[in-house]
């Protein structure tokens, strides 16, 4: 369908401008089938308009032409629409130089068009570039051969707090935490050098307000282009809250595998606390069994306080047990009091004592003169010497 646009008359001659059968005339239908060919193939329609095929002379005779000559416009190499001229008093032979003069300007019309629909469509690309920048959650950048910042999107500013102007030109060094600038240097010396094409690596990028982020940094070299630099482009994605979550569970897989070996180291001495109390147990009650009735009461008396005592911390090793639960579950509770710690340590002596004499070993105590009171948990404290003492006798 075609429609008439625009038009210049002479003075004299009636405008066609507003003429409705020039809007949306279908030329095929028209009778117009030739001009189609003619113009679709590039070649100008020209000559008086009494010897034009029958078909076409109605709808040019009505508008009191009487020779013409139409050039076609083409854009993008399809043909656009058409421009000429009409003579409405005298049948013209339209000279080549008038064609000529006429194809020049259906030209020039035509690369303006194209100049239109390029930029119409550039600025679209644009557009459609902006928005995709400004909804980019990753930072896309370029690296001059400088080692300094070329180009940085959006998300820069938002993700880092710097601002694009003032980061831009500075050495991207510059916001790299110092922990990882030997590997930015080495991975960025690789890409510049040629030695490889593409690069990833993660680190830590220094944030304006202070501190950093975790950064995975993806970058690739740009082939040269002449009279240019070497160049680097790539993306910077934000993977700081899963990296400080991976942090965390490597600690906590550290803390917890730490605690299993602390709890197996427990484990596995347990029996050989226990067996300290119990061997004297087991060797005094032979001795009350074996040679009681020849044994002094004040020695019996003691060996039976030495039992006691080794049956009470028997106990008190198996509480322990249970304590290494509570103390799991953050319910240990300290049962403080106020006792004579020379008590305390003589008690354990005497305990340990016959472990020692087994092993050859002289174990002495020096009570102090006056009472050392302390304000403890006296199981507990029973539980530290006896460790101690245990251990060094072993």
């Given amino acids: 369908l075609w429609s008439q646009r625009h038009e210049w008359c002479a003075e004299g001659?009636?405008?066609?401008?507003?003429?409705?059968?020039?809007?949306?005339?279908?030329?095929?239908?028209?009778?117009?089938?030739?001009?189609?060919?003619?113009?679709?193939?590039?070649?100008?329609?020209?000559?008086?308009?009494?010897?034009?095929?029958?078909?076409?002379?109605?709808?040019?005779?009505?508008?009191?032409?009487?020779?013409?000559?139409?050039?076609?416009?083409?854009?993008?190499?399809?043909?656009?629409?058409?421009?000429?001229?009409?003579d409405c008093t005298t049948e013209q032979g339209w000279n080549e130089a008038i064609v000529s003069c006429l194809r020049v300007a259906a030209?020039?019309?035509?690369?303006?068009?194209?100049?239109?629909?390029?930029?119409?469509?550039?600025?679209?690309?644009l557009e459609d570039y902006q928005l995709l920048l400004n909804s980019v959650r990753e930072v896309i950048f370029r690296v001059g051969d400088q080692g300094s910042?070329?180009?940085?999107?959006?998300?820069?500013?938002?993700?880092?707090?710097?601002?694009?102007?003032?980061?831009?030109?500075?050495?991207?060094?510059?916001?790299?935490?110092?922990?990882?600038?030997?590997?930015?240097?080495?991975?960025?010396?690789?890409?510049?050098?040629?030695?490889v094409e593409t690069s990833r690596w993660e680190g830590r990028l220094l944030l304006a307000r202070g501190g950093s982020r975790?950064?995975?940094?993806?970058?690739?070299?740009?082939?040269?282009?002449?009279?240019?630099?070497?160049?680097?482009?790539?993306?910077?994605?934000?993977?700081d809250d899963a990296k400080r979550a991976e942090l965390a569970l490597i600690e906590a897989k550290r803390a917890a595998e730490a605690a299993n070996r602390a709890k197996s180291e427990f484990l596995s001495t347990m029996s050989h606390?226990?067996?300290?109390?119990?061997?004297?147990?087991?060797?005094l009650t032979e001795s009350l069994i074996e040679d009681g009735a020849a044994l002094e009461p004040v020695r019996t008396q003691r060996y039976l306080e030495i039992i006691h005592r080794s049956g009470k911390q028997l106990l008190?090793?198996?509480?322990?047990?249970?304590?290494?639960?509570?103390?799991?579950?953050?319910?240990?509770?300290?049962?403080?009091?106020?006792l004579d710690l020379s008590n305390v340590g003589a008690s354990v002596v005497e305990v340990l004592r016959r472990t020692a004499e087994a092993k050859r070993l002289q174990l002495t105590f020096v009570r102090s003169p006056a009472p050392v009171l302390v304000m403890a948990d006296e199981r507990l404290l029973r539980q530290v010497l006896n460790n101690l003492i245990s251990n060094a006798i072993k």
């Avoid at 030209?107 to 690309?125: N, S």
């Avoid at 070329?150 to 694009?164: D, N, R, V």
């Avoid at 008190?316 to 106020?338: C, K, P, S, W, Y």
């Fill in 316 to 338: 008190a090793q198996i509480n322990d047990v249970l304590d290494l639960a509570r103390i799991e579950a953050g319910q240990i509770r300290l049962a403080l009091t106020h």
């Fill in 13 to 86: 001659i009636a405008p066609q401008i507003d003429n409705p059968d020039l809007q949306n005339l279908s030329m095929a239908e028209t009778g117009f089938s030739r001009w189609l060919r003619e113009l679709e193939a590039g070649r100008a329609v020209y000559g008086p308009v009494r010897e034009f095929p029958q078909s076409e002379q109605p709808v040019l005779l009505a508008q009191q032409i009487r020779s013409l000559v139409v050039m076609p416009v083409q854009v993008h190499g399809r043909l656009w629409g058409m421009i000429g001229f009409d």
């Fill in 107 to 125: 030209r020039v019309l035509g690369a303006a068009y194209e100049r239109i629909d390029y930029k119409t469509h550039r600025d679209h690309l």
């Fill in 149 to 195: 910042w070329s180009f940085l999107s959006p998300a820069w500013a938002e993700l880092t707090g710097w601002s694009i102007v003032e980061s831009l030109g500075r050495p991207c060094t510059d916001f790299i935490d110092p922990e990882f600038l030997d590997t930015a240097r080495a991975e960025m010396g690789s890409l510049f050098m040629g030695q």
């Fill in 214 to 239: 975790w950064f995975v940094v993806n970058s690739r070299r740009l082939p040269q282009a002449p009279g240019r630099g070497v160049e680097i482009v790539g993306t910077l994605i934000d993977v």
């Fill in 273 to 283: 606390e226990l067996r300290t109390p119990l061997n004297a147990v087991i060797g």
